[in-house]
């Protein structure tokens, strides 16, 4: 086998992979179905703002609670039951949508438990990678990882702006429910060393929280672009899942939209390509600056151009944020240990998800008043200024790629128990 599919050796990552992949299936049909579910229910960009908002707003306030209990239980076991949680509340979704008693209260409170549910998945996902490979496969497993993502990201965006059209965003929220299930059963067959052993004993959820900011505020590479990030992401969120259905709405139609997304995702498969194969001794400074793709796709979205220009300008944004999020995802896995690596996962997830429900539910006001397209184009200055601010980082400029993991990570965790 060939180095490039070198992870795929090991059943851990098999498992882990394979039920990300699943997830992200019916994660990309269900934001197309729930955006058109609102605007269906009561056509106010303003109220599909509140109800994805809520979901991040959840997403925000449990996320470091979601760092510290994957740093302390078995992560596989921590992404079944939010895996569980997010296939019921899903299901309910979806039921309330096919059977026409959706109410934006009830789907407000529901996008809150999905919100709950992703904060403890994240972490634990993101952290357990690390726990499936040899240090030497993180950049080829992050990039497979990636690719599976991607590829189902494709199939979903374009079959959701479809499934739309054609019977309703009820069944696209129906199958959500499903692959969240399917991608419980997976993460539960995740059976790798158990890192607990490496760390210093019991400690207070306090505790636990200021190790993991110490590891933040000791690398300024990590704050820095945790920082920024909470503006690209406020920006990049807002107009995609806010003001992009609102342009297909009034322009080139629901089922052209997803076919919009899927090019993005398109171009994500093609970039996770790429960074497998890239040789770089300064990943995280290539990853940054591709970021610039991102205000180039809202830029070209706002400009009404014609539909091929906005799929070309959507997979050019799909290649650059693959390449941030693999560098990104390998810069912290070889630089974080082992026993701290989900707490800092989540402190990152904090500071650069913290500003989105301020975007989403921003959106529709702002858009409202200053029109759809100026907003649009303020989104990809404020993503164009936050690469700037990266870049200027000497850290993030000079920190060098290094194909190990840090002394906890060490050759001695191949030989720890196996976790439940």
Same mark, same amino acid.
């Given at each position: 086998?060939?180095?490039?599919?070198?992870?795929?050796?090991?059943?851990?990552?098999?498992?882990?992979? /394979?039920?990300?992949?699943?997830?992200?299936?019916?994660?990309?049909?269900?934001?197309?179905?729930?955006?058109? /579910?609102?605007?269906?229910?009561?056509?106010?960009?303003?109220?599909?703002?509140?109800?994805?908002?809520?979901?991040?707003?959840?997403?925000?306030?449990?996320?470091?609670?979601?760092?510290?209990?994957?740093?302390?239980?078995?992560?596989?076991?921590?992404?079944?039951?939010?895996?569980?949680?997010?296939?019921?509340?899903?299901?309910?979704?979806?039921?309330?949508?096919?059977?026409?008693?959706?109410?934006?209260?009830?789907?407000?409170?529901?996008?809150?438990?999905?919100?709950?549910?992703?904060?403890?998945?994240?972490?634990?996902?993101?952290?357990?990678i690390a726990q499936t490979v040899p240090a030497e496969l993180l950049r080829q497993a992050n990039a497979i990882n990636r690719l599976g993502t991607s590829a189902a990201m494709i199939a979903g965006a374009a079959a959701g702006g479809?499934?739309?059209?054609?019977?309703?965003?009820?069944?696209?929220?129906?199958?959500?429910?499903?692959?969240?299930?399917?991608?419980?059963?997976?993460?539960?067959?995740?059976?790798?060393?158990?890192?607990?052993?490496?760390?210093? &004993?019991?400690?207070?959820?306090?505790?636990?929280?200021?190790?993991?900011?110490?590891?933040?505020?000791?690398?300024?590479?990590?704050?820095?672009?945790?920082?920024?990030?909470?503006?690209?992401?406020?920006?990049?969120?807002?107009?995609?899942?806010?003001?992009?259905?609102?342009?297909?709405?009034?322009?080139?139609?629901?089922?052209?939209?997803?076919?919009?997304?899927?090019?993005?995702m398109a171009g994500m498969l093609v970039g996770a390509l790429v960074a497998m194969r890239l040789r770089v001794r300064r990943l995280l400074l290539v990853g940054v600056a591709c970021c610039f793709g991102d205000a180039v796709f809202?830029?070209?979205?706002?400009?009404?151009?014609?539909?091929?220009?906005?799929?070309?300008?959507?997979?050019?944004? &799909?290649?650059?944020?693959?390449?941030?999020?693999?560098?990104?995802?390998?810069?912290?896995?070889?630089?974080?240990?082992?026993?701290?690596? /989900?707490?800092?996962?989540?402190?990152?997830?904090?500071?650069?998800?913290?500003?989105?429900?301020?975007?989403?539910?921003?959106?529709?006001?702002?858009?409202?008043?200053?029109?759809?397209?100026?907003?649009?184009?303020?989104?990809?200055?404020?993503?164009?200024?936050?690469?700037?601010?990266?870049?200027?980082?000497?850290?993030?400029?000079?920190?060098?790629?290094?194909?190990?993991?840090?002394?906890?990570?060490?050759?001695?965790?191949?030989?720890?128990?196996?976790?439940?």
């Amino acid at each position: 086998m060939s180095s490039a599919l070198a992870p795929l050796q090991h059943r851990a990552f098999r498992y882990l992979a /394979a039920g990300r992949l699943v997830v992200m299936l019916g994660n990309s049909i269900a934001p197309i179905a729930l955006a058109f /579910a609102v605007l269906d229910l009561t056509g106010s960009a303003a109220d599909l703002g509140l109800v994805v908002g809520a979901r991040s707003v959840m997403n925000v306030v449990f996320i470091l609670f979601g760092g510290v209990v994957a740093d302390r239980l078995p992560r596989n076991l921590v992404l079944f039951v939010s895996c569980t949680v997010a296939a019921v509340s899903q299901g309910v979704v979806a039921t309330l949508v096919l059977t026409h008693t959706a109410t934006i209260p009830a789907l407000l409170g529901l996008s809150a438990v999905n919100g709950i549910a992703s904060a403890f998945a994240f972490p634990a996902a993101s952290a357990l990678i690390a726990q499936t490979v040899p240090a030497e496969l993180l950049r080829q497993a992050n990039a497979i990882n990636r690719l599976g993502t991607s590829a189902a990201m494709i199939a979903g965006a374009a079959a959701g702006g479809v499934l739309v059209a054609a019977v309703g965003p009820g069944w696209g929220l129906a199958i959500d429910a499903g692959t969240f299930a399917v991608a419980g059963a997976l993460f539960r067959l995740v059976k790798v060393a158990d890192y607990r052993a490496a760390s210093d &004993g019991p400690s207070s959820v306090l505790g636990d929280l200021r190790a993991g900011w110490a590891e933040v505020v000791a690398r300024t590479w990590v704050w820095v672009v945790v920082l920024a990030f909470g503006f690209i992401n406020m920006a990049f969120v807002a107009a995609l899942s806010v003001l992009g259905p609102v342009v297909a709405d009034t322009t080139f139609g629901r089922q052209w939209w997803g076919v919009v997304l899927a090019a993005e995702m398109a171009g994500m498969l093609v970039g996770a390509l790429v960074a497998m194969r890239l040789r770089v001794r300064r990943l995280l400074l290539v990853g940054v600056a591709c970021c610039f793709g991102d205000a180039v796709f809202v830029f070209t979205l706002g400009t009404g151009l014609h539909l091929a220009l906005l799929f070309l300008a959507a997979f050019i944004g &799909g290649v650059a944020m693959e390449q941030f999020a693999i560098a990104w995802e390998v810069s912290i896995q070889e630089h974080i240990p082992a026993d701290r690596l /989900a707490r800092v996962y989540s402190y990152d997830a904090l500071g650069s998800f913290i500003a989105i429900p301020l975007g989403q539910v921003a959106a529709g006001p702002v858009a409202d008043r200053a029109g759809v397209q100026p907003a649009l184009f303020a989104a990809a200055a404020i993503i164009a200024l936050s690469v700037v601010a990266m870049l200027a980082s000497g850290e993030v400029r000079t920190l060098e790629h290094r194909p190990k993991r840090p002394e906890s990570q060490g050759e001695e965790s191949a030989a720890l128990p196996v976790s439940a």
